[in-house]
């Protein structure tokens, strides 16, 4: 069974920063892209960042220079470095992960979420 558990969020000030975490457990043969996405209240889920398998980043314009993605290969572990928050990021902030098990057909994964909110 492979999952995927997110961490880091919280409230934040405008200007701060925060670090999500998501790690990936279970029977995983190879995990291709990763990435972060939000979902505001009354509004549609968003890409936020990506990695794609050659390891090209991309960036919702929203979050260019501001946010950064990274992995961690050995420990199954994508993070979302957010700095210069703004009150517009608040959202739940969803990873996914595009991941092959051992014996099962690839497919993407979710984490379960983690509410971030930026106030004063």
């Known amino acids: 069974q492979v999952q995927l558990v997110e961490s880091g969020g919280g409230l934040v000030q405008p200007g701060g920063s925060l670090r999500l975490s998501c790690a990936a457990s279970g029977s995983i043969f190879s995990i291709y892209s990763v990435g972060w996405y939000r979902q505001a209240p009354g509004k549609q889920r968003e890409l936020v960042a990506v990695i794609i398998s050659s390891g090209v980043t991309n960036y919702a314009d929203s979050v260019k220079g501001r946010f950064t993605i990274t992995r961690d290969n050995a420990k199954n572990t994508m993070y979302l470095q957010m700095n210069t928050l703004k009150p517009e990021d608040t959202a739940v902030y969803y990873c996914?992960?595009?991941?092959?098990?051992?014996?099962?057909?690839?497919?993407?994964?979710w984490g379960q979420g983690t509410q971030v909110t930026v106030s004063s």
């Open positions: 996914y992960a595009r991941i092959k098990p051992l014996q099962a057909p690839s497919r993407d994964y």
